[in-house]
């Protein structure tokens, strides 16, 4: 049996044995659909199994897992996608035992010859439009099939075959020349423009596939009069159509306002007003691929009011223009659009929101789209106040030397762009959007690639962000901020959450609901004796520095100061009340929080030494008031805040003289200024050992100097490991590995880190 018989079966049923390699793609599992409800035996492959093919498999289809030779032994007829290339061991095993094979396109225009066929064409706005006809013409008791491109929850699913209906609704493609394959009862062209030029030299190439697909519509012709291309190519055709907001089409649109996602206009037949639109897709271009929805149904015999019944329910297609979440704060969308013309259009949409500004990541699709159109790319991102371009999406080309994310960027510079750049690591994207990410601004994902993952990334970090805000009330909270801003050590990934409560009260909530949520709470004062690692810290970061957490107060001989307060602040506060036994503080980085956790201690004192009682918050966020003896402290450790969070604590001293306790100060600065390193570090990194202080063992181990990328072990002080400016977290990690093996293995000596180390190794989205 040859392959034109077979394609001929189809059209009447006849369980034929059909494998399809790729199955798993949104066009491939539609034609699989389609195939089992024609009542075929039908098999599939892929790399990997999604939700859809869950489905399909309760519906008959027999999927593989993975591709084998032995999968296709039985199979009458075989369709492959269109990424599917030789090399694929199922491919190349049908080619060298003769089978008979096509591409997704002979099949689907197989099963449009079952039915009226209606094909949805043009280079922008596929998708939507074909999902939008099949909608009105459902809802318009027609009955139809359908098979688009994407995932349309109105539709239920991306094809469906109903044996009740004459008329087929189908997204034609026409990026590598197969549009020329059907032969419908009618058309609808939206655009013809230089695109796909992968595959196509020109656009005079592009119209001879548009010209043999306009020769072989029997009936009407819908096209879109303000497009130049489409009305030079489908005006002579004898079922032409045209629609628009030209004076000149047959089905014209005006009185457009938009309104957040909505678009109301009014549509005129002939010059005859039909009625008024409310449409729920937003975006001008949809405004017009609505109306060429209108000219169809109408043109069949639904009626109007039907019509606009159907398009105001209609909810667009997943990735165009979808709204992946939405407040009164911020907006995260995704859109496939990859094309100069799309990402224009998109960003306008975006613009007309009413957001305060447009966030966007776009990734270019295939290197040589992105050569040829360089240009028009530069000219796209007018819209978009802040644009990071990623590296380009290959799809199957191979690399052009050359070319990359930053040929855009280059284009947009030209073009005066102030806020464009190249980020070619995806990952990165997501976190320097998001740090830039400000209320009342909208971000963007766009391209056909997989750029969505990071706009997925962002929405659900974007709705977390603002539930800890509205959750916390006062203070600020943002996403993705820098920790190597604040430590001292001056490295650090990003924290996931950036919080600043300025109450008590606010913090206790935002602990409370970390708690419920299972969400992760680090608190975080100055960063002093603090090692982030590169990959950040996942969940919130609480910063205690603002407003109650500064305040300091002195009564009857006592100090009481909130967590925020700075070491040096609290020992010049007892100077001035004439409080002694605070001097040791003078020059320790750290702030109130740091050094009750962490037991701090220098020159003699110890910070519980001085300490009357600590207020602090248990991780529901109840408050409580303890003293020491209550508490359990030990050597540079406090076990009861490990999962307590302090906020203020009352110190004690001694009665003192200003003048006396000033020249302590001054002795303590300098003996600091003289012993320990200006270099940013994280303060002491070792417990002095019972052996001798770390500091001593590191000098005699002849490791002072000693250096690992941009971390150094500190000339002036042995227990210092320093920042030269460009050290990594990993660079100093290693150094405090290679001082532990080497006092291990020439002294036996088994140092233990003083210095805190958290966070992620790889990142905190992975």
Not at 424 to 451: C, F, T, Y
Not at 452 to 479: F, P, Y
Not at 617 to 643: Q, S, W
Not at 659 to 673: F, G, H, V, Y
Request: proline residues 3%.
């Amino acid at each position: 049996m040859d392959t034109g018989q077979i394609l001929a079966d189809i059209l009447v049923g006849g369980e034929l044995k059909v494998h399809l390699i790729g199955v798993a793609g949104s066009g491939m599992s539609g034609i699989a659909g389609l195939l089992v409800a024609l009542g075929h035996h039908v098999s599939g492959s892929d790399k990997a199994r999604n939700i859809e093919i869950d489905r399909l498999e309760k519906l008959g289809l027999r999927f593989y897992l993975g591709q084998d030779a032995a999968n296709i032994s039985d199979a009458d007829l075989i369709i492959f996608s269109s990424a599917i290339r030789p090399g694929n061991v199922e491919y190349d095993e049908a080619i060298r035992t003769n089978r008979n094979m096509v591409r997704r396109a002979d099949a689907l225009a197989a099963i449009l010859n079952c039915k009226k066929g209606i094909v949805v064409c043009g280079m922008h706005g596929k998708t939507t439009t074909s999902s939008m006809a099949a909608h009105a013409l459902k809802v318009g008791g027609l009955c139809p099939s359908h098979y688009v491109g994407a995932e349309i929850p109105i539709l239920g699913t991306n094809a469906n075959w109903d044996s009740r209906g004459e008329f087929f609704v189908a997204e034609g493609d026409e990026s590598d020349g197969t549009l020329a394959f059907y032969h419908p009862e009618h058309a609808i062209v939206l655009n013809i423009e230089e695109e796909h030029l992968d595959y196509y030299a020109d656009l005079a190439a592009i119209e001879v596939v548009f010209n043999q697909l306009l020769s072989q519509t029997r009936g009407k012709v819908i096209f879109n009069a303000d497009d130049a291309n489409a009305t030079r190519l489908c005006s002579p055709h004898p079922g032409a159509v045209s629609y628009g907001e030209s004076h000149t089409a047959f089905y014209r649109f005006d009185d457009v306002h938009t309104k957040d996602f909505q678009s109301h206009f009014r549509v005129l037949r002939g010059g005859e007003p039909l009625g008024a639109i409310t449409l729920n897709v937003p975006g001008r271009h949809n405004v017009s691929n609505s109306v060429g929805v209108v000219a169809l149904a109408t043109e069949l015999g639904v009626p109007f009011a039907k019509i606009a019944e159907a398009l105001e329910s209609f909810r667009g297609a997943r990735r165009r223009f979808e709204i992946k979440y939405r407040s009164d704060r911020y907006m995260v969308v995704d859109d496939y659009g990859h094309h100069p013309s799309e990402v224009k259009a998109t960003l306008a949409t975006a613009k007309n929101t009413g957001r305060k500004r447009v966030l966007c990541m776009f990734q270019p699709h295939r290197y040589s789209r992105t050569l040829k159109l360089k240009e028009e790319f530069g000219r796209a991102f007018h819209h978009a106040d802040v644009a990071i371009i990623a590296d380009v999406y290959p799809a199957s080309e191979l690399p052009i030397e050359g070319v990359s994310g930053q040929t855009i960027v280059d284009e947009m510079v030209r073009e005066g762009h102030e806020a464009a750049s190249f980020q070619p690591d995806r990952k990165r994207i997501a976190l320097e959007i998001g740090r830039a990410l400000e209320p009342g601004d909208v971000i963007i994902s766009l391209g056909a690639g997989n750029i969505h993952e990071a706009g997925t990334i962002l929405a659900r970090d974007v709705k977390q962000l603002d539930e800890l805000q509205t959750v916390m009330g006062h203070g600020s909270i943002k996403l993705y901020e820098p920790l190597s801003k604040h430590t001292t050590m001056r490295v650090g990934g990003p924290a996931q959450f950036w919080a600043e409560p300025e109450t008590e009260e606010a913090f206790a909530r935002l602990v409370r609901f970390c708690t419920l949520n299972e969400l992760p709470i680090f608190v975080m004062g100055r960063g002093s004796n603090l090692l982030v690692r590169d990959g950040g810290i996942r969940g919130v970061v609480v910063h205690l520095s603002r407003g109650e957490f500064k305040k300091i107060e002195v009564r009857d001989g006592k100090i009481q100061a909130g967590v925020g307060v700075k070491q040096k602040e609290l020992a010049y506060a007892a100077r001035d009340a004439e409080i002694g036994g605070f001097e040791w503080l003078e020059g320790i980085p750290g702030n109130v929080g740091g050094a009750l956790r962490m037991n701090a201690g220098a020159m003699g004192g110890e910070t519980f030494r001085q300490v009357v009682s600590v207020r602090f918050i248990d991780p529901h966020g109840n408050f409580h008031m303890k003293t020491p003896a209550e508490m359990d402290v030990h050597y540079r450790h406090c076990g009861t805040l490990d999962k307590n969070y302090a906020v203020s604590a009352t110190f004690v001293g001694q009665p003192g003289n200003a003048e006396q306790i000033e020249k302590l100060l001054e002795a303590s600065t300098q003996k600091r200024r003289t012993s320990q390193p200006r270099e940013s570090s994280a303060g002491c990194i070792f417990k002095n050992p019972e052996q001798c202080p770390a500091g001593k063992l590191v000098d005699e181990l002849g490791l002072k100097g000693a250096r690992i990328g941009g971390a150094k072990v500190s000339e002036v002080h042995g227990n210092f490991i320093v920042n030269d400016g460009h050290a990594t977290a990993t660079d100093v990690l290693a150094m405090i590995d290679k001082v532990k093996e080497v006092a291990l293995r020439e002294r036996g000596i088994k140092l233990e880190t003083e210095v805190q180390i958290v966070g992620e190794e790889k990142g905190i989205h992975d």
